[in-house]
């Protein structure tokens, strides 16, 4: 994973490079409102030893502090969230919990002192861990919400046996993606916030979740499902794509977080597949892709209760002219796509090059903005 960078939104100059080059582990998916963000890192041996704290904007280190009994975690199993003033890390055998604002050690746990232990965690409003016990070679799970302060248990779920892997796409409201029989996920289930309690069960067998780590490039990674985006009352999901001619490529359905049943359908045009990005209050911002030069990629804003649809930004992305290094991704299997004050990020899982023998530069993120910004 290379060192970060920082650049302004509105134009491509680099702000700041880091000033020390620890190998990054895992960076969080969150940053406070005061553009701060947390990421761990390996200073040496390839161990994911120590955690620090910086400021987006200027790249300025805030604290670091050194992970305890850290000697097994690596690059593969290191988890990382933000919640509530609170960093919680999470690895193969420990986890820790840091203040964001001075550093100091929260809590800690190792398997040392427990059975089971934290795999990974999603912050952001609430902080949910995913607990994972091996017993006989027969792994299973549960979902607790915790106290970010002191690590309490302030509820459980647990997770059914029999199912291969466990996915938390959204910590409030929780929701939890689940693989039931095989690796791929199968169902969603939303949980109660106050009791843990189960609200719904949706089937995800016509849908395409995208929450695999291994398939997108992630590791240690259990909050990231690109085909999902969570709402205040609503889950969307994007189907799989369609097979038959002269259809829409595929839809992207809103489901009530309460009751799991399917409300609204928001369905992409014939080539045009559609991928929900995130949230803009209680509508969907999401993204239409684009196979050809005559139709326009666009960010949409979408209302599900009234079926009104806003453009944002209609674009064409590069395919693979030398100006930009080579063609733009924007399949979910292999880029993720951001949105943020009117602009849209492509930033590929993986750099590389589509010829290695020629070499040269590769896209490592590229974006696209409305005419009246710079960019």
């Known amino acids: 994973m290379p060192s970060p960078t ?11 490079t880091p000033t020390t080059r620890p190998g990054p582990c895992a960076v969080s998916r969150d940053i406070t409102v005061d553009g701060r963000t947390a990421v ?16 987006v ?4 280190q805030l604290w670091k502090q050194k992970i305890p009994a850290a000697d097994f975690a690596y690059v593969t199993d290191t988890n990382i ?8 890390i999470a690895w193969g055998e420990g986890s820790a919990a840091y203040d964001m604002d001075s550093g100091r050690r929260l809590w800690n746990t190792t398997l040392v ?56 796409p959204s910590s409030d409201p929780p929701v939890i993606a689940v693989a039931a029989g095989d690796l791929t996920v199968t169902d969603l289930i939303t ?42 009352d609503r889950v969307f999901v994007m ?32 080539f045009q597949s559609v991928l929900p990005v995130r949230m803009n209050g209680d509508d969907l911002i999401l993204y239409r892709a684009s196979l050809d030069d005559v139709q326009p990629a666009a960010l949409v804003d979408w209302n599900p209760r009234t079926g009104k649809e806003t453009p944002y930004l209609l674009f064409h992305l590069p395919q693979g002219t030398e100006k930009y290094g080579g063609k733009v991704q924007d399949n979910p ?28 530069s590769v896209v490592s993120v590229f974006g696209v903005g409305t005419a009246g910004l710079k960019h």
């Open 6 to 16: 920082g650049s302004r939104a509105t134009r491509s100059a680099t702000r700041w």
């Open 57 to 60: 904007g200027t790249g300025k």
């Open 239 to 270: 189907s799989k794509d369609s097979t038959e001619l002269f259809k829409p490529a595929n839809h992207i359905t809103a489901f009530d977080i309460g009751k799991g049943k399917a409300v609204a359908t928001f369905q992409g045009r014939e």
């Open 113 to 168: 002192t427990s059975q089971c232990h934290d795999m990974g965690y999603a912050g952001g409003p609430a902080l949910l861990a995913l607990v994972v016990c091996k017993q006989s070679d027969e792994r299973t799970y549960r979902v607790e919400k915790l106290a970010p302060r002191s690590g309490k248990v302030l509820w459980q779920y647990p997770v059914s046996k029999g199912i291969q892997a466990v996915y938390l």
């Open 81 to 88: 969230a933000l919640t509530r003033g609170v960093v919680a």
């Open 333 to 360: 299997e292999s880029s993720f796509i951001l949105y943020r004050d009117g602009h849209a990020f492509f930033v590929p899982y993986q750099l590389e090059f589509d010829d290695y023998r020629k070499g040269g």
């Open 191 to 232: 949980l109660d916030p106050d009791k843990g309690e189960l609200r719904a069960t949706i089937s995800l067998k016509k849908y395409e979740p995208y929450c695999d780590p291994e398939i997108l490039g992630y590791f240690g990674v259990v909050d990231k499902c690109t085909g999902i985006v969570v709402g205040r």
């Open 40 to 55: 761990v890192v390996q200073p040496a041996h390839g161990i994911c030893g120590q955690v620090l704290m910086f400021d």
